[in-house]
Structure formats: structure tokens, C-alpha cells
């Protein structure tokens, strides 16, 4: 059985021993329901594992992310105890200063262990995860890649999840599959793939609270993101495939561009990213900017057929050129928007300076120079030509 056709080898993944898994759920739920008491997370209490994998995934997500927001708290209940727990049990809960919240991709199933990727930041790394109670490739599903939310915890030696485990309803065109595969390289000559977290590998820890009161119900309430943070992530998501699109294919200009347009949809109330595919907004958004700056010209650098975004990213032509409709009527994007140009082509675009002066319509440029800065004061003008000329000599 193979994930997708790239990768030739038998998914025999390892999981934690029946002991092991017990072990994590017994500690993890004791340290989580400390997390609860002390700073009032959820009114969902629990005292054991069997009652917190009871507990509703939404509560145990916030207190989870309760947490790693204030990791000084494993600290405080080592050095307590109040679990009254052995004092090997106690070192493996010290260890998860280090776990790495954020997000992944679950790049690959091997006989050893399946293959996290780190999603965005530079350097790229590899960590060799292993299951828990069932195999992760039972948990994700057999098609990989898959972009996922979770937790990678230090346990005696190994690299686990932490049991909660979020992902995204995303179809991986080639060029993204592409490009991960490069990045999973590059991991694999820098570091090798990673089995283990210490010391080396752990966040910068933030600074303990100069007073010993904690706000109570200071952490998100049950019942899961709102939707405007389920929003905001889902842009995080949606940046995370453009910046790689336009890593491969194109610059970052455009990278900026795009950014600049998924978090627009995100602020939108209701935001439409809540509903759809997220390959599919992904197209949309890199066509409704290479539309707008004219990248389906054979005559501009970088060039590219707008259905070439809609085969990388894998979803048809026209749902393609309907997400592009769909947003250029949302904002009312028209060809030479000078919100949406290239800041390199920001010269060439007669919508940028073409302005009515006392009544007439003139190119701004042609104006005196104190006529420039009341534009530019006015943000009617993105920079006073002369200055820019100036800068660009200077490099």
C-alpha cells in the first residue's frame, strides 16, 4: 500500500506500545486538567484520561493551546507535583517545554515513522513522528500530502503528536507537491529527518509573569475559534500555498500581492474563505492577480497562462476562471487597479497618475512638483516620481 504513487514502501508506521499510549493519555490529561484549573479555561473538568478523551475535542484544543501560551506552567507543576507523580513520569512532562506547536504537512508514511514538514519559515525541517493509539496514516488518511494543526511532543526519546490533530480539505496540484518535495530535501541534507526534541530544538521561552495572579477565563472559550479566527487561519493556510506557487512560478511581488488579497477575503464579514475549497481560492487569488497585472501576456516577466495556476494547483479551468469572477466582483478588481499592480509596473500603469486637476484629466507626472506632493499627501499617488528616480540611481 502506497500514500500516492511517491513512495514505493509497505506503510508499517510505528505507534507508541499499548503501555506508552496509556502512559501519554494518563500524564497529558493530569497536566492539561492542572492547565484548567489554574487559569479557567473551560468549565469541562476532568480528572483522568478516560474523562478527558471524553471531553469535547473544542475544550481540550483550548486548553492544549492554553498551554503552550504559557509553557511556564510545566515548570511550576513539576516542580509541585501536584499529580504526585514518579519522578520519571515527571521528567517526561518537563520535557514538553519543548514541544512544536503550528502547523505541518504530513509529507510521507515510512516503515519507521511518518514525516512531518515543517509549513513556511526557513530552515525547512523533517521530524520522524510516531503514532499514538492508532496509526497516523488511520488518522490523516492515505493521501499525502496533507497540511495539519497539531502538536509534536518530545516522549522518551521519540517525537509524538499530542493526540489532537486539525487538517485542511486540500488537493495538492504538482507544482506544489513539487516544491515540498524540494523542501523536504533540503531538510533531509541540513538536519537529516529529526527524531527527537531538546534543547536545541525548543521555542525561545516567553518571560514568567511578574505577578503571581493569572487572568481567569483569559484564554479562548469552549466551542472553538470564532469565525473570524477560523477565518484568519484559514487565510494562514490559503498564504502558505500561494507563497509556494509563487516561489516556483513566479516572484515576490506577486507572493505580496496575493497575501495582500487573502487576508481582504479573510476580513470579510461574513468572510467567503469559510466556505469552498481551499485549492481553489488559492487559484483564484493568484489569477485575480496575475489578471490584474496582465501575466497571461506573453510579452511581461515572469509570464504564465492563467489555466497553468488552475493545473498547479489541480482544479479545472473554469472553477478557476469562476473564483477569479467571484473575486474580482467582491472588490471590484478591473484590469490596471492600481491597489492591485506590481509595484514594478506601478510606472507603466496610466491608472496610477492620470488624475483630474481643475477639471481636466492629466498625467501627474507632467505636473510641477508641488502639485505631486498634495497628491501624494493625499494617497492619491503611491511615490513622487522624481524621488523614486532618485532612489533607484542611489542603488
Known sequence: MANDGTLGEELITMNLTFDEGNLFYDLYATLLSFVNRTLGVSPEQFSDSREYTSTPPEARVAIRDALFAHRELIDEFVRDNSGNLK???????????????????????????????????????????????????????????????????????????????????????????????????QAKEAFGIITSLGDDMAPAAKPPRKSKERPRKAMAAVGGRSASGEANVIAEALIQLTDAFCREFLNEEYAELCRKLAMALARKRPSPLLRGSLTTWASGVVRTIGWANFLHDPSQT?????????????????TGAAKLKTIRTMFRIRQFDPKWTLPSKMDDNPMVWILEVNGFLMDIRSAPRELQEVAFQKKLIPYIPADRAKSDEGT
Open 302 to 318: 515572469p509570464h504564465l497562462k492563467l489555466y497553468s495556476i488552475d493545473e498547479a494547483f489541480g482544479i479545472a479551468e473554469s
Open 87 to 185: 519522578a520519571d513520569d515527571l521528567e517526561i512532562v518537563g520535557s514538553w517545554k519543548h514541544a512544536l506547536p503550528g502547523k505541518f504537512y504530513v509529507f510521507r508514511y515510512l516503515k519507521k515513522y511518518t514525516v512531518f514538514l515543517t509549513s513556511g519559515g526557513s530552515p525547512n525541517r523533517a521530524y520522524g513522528v510516531l503514532g499514538l493509539a492508532d496509526p497516523l496514516e488511520e488518522v490523516i488518511g492515505p493521501s499525502l500530502p496533507r497540511l495539519v494543526t497539531t502538536v509534536l511532543l518530545p516522549f522518551r526519546g521519540k517525537i509524538i503528536y499530542d493526540g489532537l490533530i486539525s487538517g485542511y480539505n486540500i488537493t495538492f496540484g504538482g507544482g506544489i507537491k513539487r516544491t515540498l518535495n524540494e523542501e523536504y530535501k
